[in-house]
Nanobody
């Protein structure tokens, strides 16, 4: 089992930055990849970014590439999502998730543990 707790969400103006954190506990952190997803009101959950178990490979959704950076600190069992140049359309609840394997998967079905989510609101 894996327990995930997100933090760092909040209200920010367009063009601003936020860093989300996700602390993991339970199964050894270095055995699985991690991902970030988001869900806006009235929309389906969508992939944002993912990182392999060792941090060497990452994947990004096209809408956030160049603005968001995913990273992980295996010594702290934590994954981060640095979000720069935020836009109102980035407003959503952001979820971190643990992959079933050591991969940077882009599909939600490849993840078997999810955090409770943290709200990010970007005002125009």
């Amino acid at each position: 089992q894996v327990q995930l707790v997100e933090s760092g969400g909040g209200l920010v103006q367009a063009g601003g930055s936020l860093r989300l954190s996700c602390a993991a506990s339970g199964r050894s952190f270095t055995t699985y990849g991690m991902g970030w997803f988001r869900q806006a009101p009235g929309k389906e959950r969508e992939f944002v970014a993912a990182i392999t178990w060792n941090g060497r490979n990452t994947e990004y959704a096209g809408s956030v590439k160049g603005r968001f950076t995913i990273s992980r600190d295996n010594a702290k069992n934590t994954v981060y999502l640095r979000m720069n140049s935020l836009k109102p359309e980035d407003t959503a609840v952001y979820y971190c998730a643990a992959d079933r394997g050591p991969y940077a998967s882009t599909s939600a079905t490849d993840y078997d543990h999810w955090g409770q989510g943290t709200q990010v609101t970007v005002s125009s």
